[in-house]
């Protein structure tokens, strides 16, 4: 069955639990390789540095996406262009699953990033359909989906690895992907294009975008900074949970990440109170929470409890900082609202692809006490963009 849509009339509650679930399981693609990066280089027979590219180049593929193909939803059909990606990023798990070495791995890893940026269709389209009264809590329901999909990645990847093989994984995220399509399908209308640009302008609209509009750079920003703190930890922390004392099996570095599912309840709750007291407020909470984190990260790193709650910290920081962000650039302009999510999100995976580089950099010369200062550095540059907040009309500053 498929579903109208028309600009603040609403969406079908079937139509938003499909895209919800689409969006976590597309989201995960990018995630799975985290818990794994360890059985990789032992089975490549590789260093713990080339076995962290394979996560770097999975972000460096979405940046790619959002950079390319989301703007390409002002201009062709949308509806086309996801069941396109779906297909393409059904292939890269199979070739991931399937690699004979570590560059096979890094090549797919690639299009398997660039290929799994639905969820930037799907979040634009909740904000521009839905009612006026529920666009953030829709958007929330979004997001919440996307970091339950972050975070379940991890659990599941770590779980299927223990029992069968880190393989595995890419064979049954290659099934979610082909189910996704068949829903995608069914369910969903075609969404016409609203621009009547050819594709070097829509291009070329992405850096006026950013020049018009200093909020989307200042916001873009610090939430990028912010990501690539996020990222510091989760991309580093399978390579500390194997070393002593903890010397962790895939399932159990998977399992950490359920700690991190708490962060899905902050955007719930957080969800209603961004209008009332703005991103900027959020931003400055959000760093503060990850800068905890990552004391607690380095005091407590022999400890299963203090990286626990490290990963709870980091986790909630976090999706205050992304969900209030991203929730305000997309109410910036409704004529381009994909290509102003797309320069928001380039921004933001750029973040988060130079953390795991950077962090993966320090831990191979200097351990865990390297990567702390990457994602303490990272969290402070993140924190010190706050200073900069430009002048806003009065009736914007509810939500920026």
Not at 64 to 86: A, E, H
Not at 280 to 298: E, K, M, T
Not at 343 to 363: D, H, N, R
Not at 370 to 398: I, Y
Request: hydrophobic letters at 55%.
């Amino acid at each position: 069955m498929k579903y109208e849509l028309r600009e603040n009339h609403g969406i079908p509650a079937p139509l938003l639990a499909l895209m919800a679930v689409a969006t976590g399981l597309s989201v995960a693609n990018c995630y799975y390789n985290q818990p794994l990066l360890g059985s990789m280089a032992k089975d490549f027979g590789v260093s713990d540095f080339s076995a962290s590219m394979v996560a770097t180049l999975t972000q460096i593929g979405y940046v790619v996406g959002l950079v390319f193909v989301i703007p390409l939803g002002d201009l062709v059909s949308r509806k086309q262009l996801i069941l396109t990606n779906y297909i393409i990023s059904s292939c890269a798990l199979l070739a991931i699953a399937l690699a004979p070495n570590i560059y096979w791995v890094w090549g797919a890893s690639l299009l398997a990033g660039a290929s799994s940026v639905m969820p930037q269709f799907f979040i634009p389209l909740v904000s521009f359909h839905s009612a006026p009264a529920h666009k953030v809590r829709n958007v929330g329901i979004i997001q919440s989906c996307l970091l339950i999909g972050i975070l379940g990645s991890r659990v599941l990847s770590g779980f299927l690895a223990d029992m069968c093989g880190w393989r595995s994984v890419y064979f049954v995220a290659c099934v979610f992907m082909l189910g996704c399509f068949l829903m995608i399908y069914k369910m969903l209308p075609v969404l016409p294009a609203r621009s009547r640009e050819n594709y070097a302008g829509l291009m070329k609209s992405l850096l006026r975008l950013l020049a018009k509009y200093p909020y989307l750079r200042i916001a873009s920003l610090r939430a990028a900074l912010a990501y690539g703190s996020f990222f510091a930890l989760w991309s580093c922390l399978a390579f500390r949970m194997k070393q002593e004392p903890f010397f962790a099996s895939d399932d159990i570095i998977g399992a950490l990440g359920l700690c991190g599912l708490a962060g899905a309840s902050t955007v719930v709750f957080i969800s209603g109170y961004i209008q009332k007291y703005g991103a900027r407020f959020f931003s400055i909470v959000g760093g503060c929470v990850v800068l905890a984190a990552w004391f607690l990260a380095f005091w407590g790193n022999a400890s299963y409890v203090w990286m626990i709650v490290a990963i709870l910290l980091i986790d909630a920081g976090m999706q205050c900082i992304h969900l209030s962000n991203q929730t305000s650039v997309v109410a910036l302009d409704a004529s381009a609202i994909n290509r102003v999510n797309t320069v928001y999100m380039t921004i933001y995976f750029l973040g988060g692809s130079a953390g795991t580089f950077v962090s993966g950099l320090f831990w191979q010369h200097y351990g865990w006490a390297g990567v702390v200062g990457v994602g303490v550095a990272f969290t402070v540059a993140s924190l010190f963009v706050n200073c900069f907040q430009p002048r806003l009309h009065k009736d914007e500053c509810s939500i920026f």
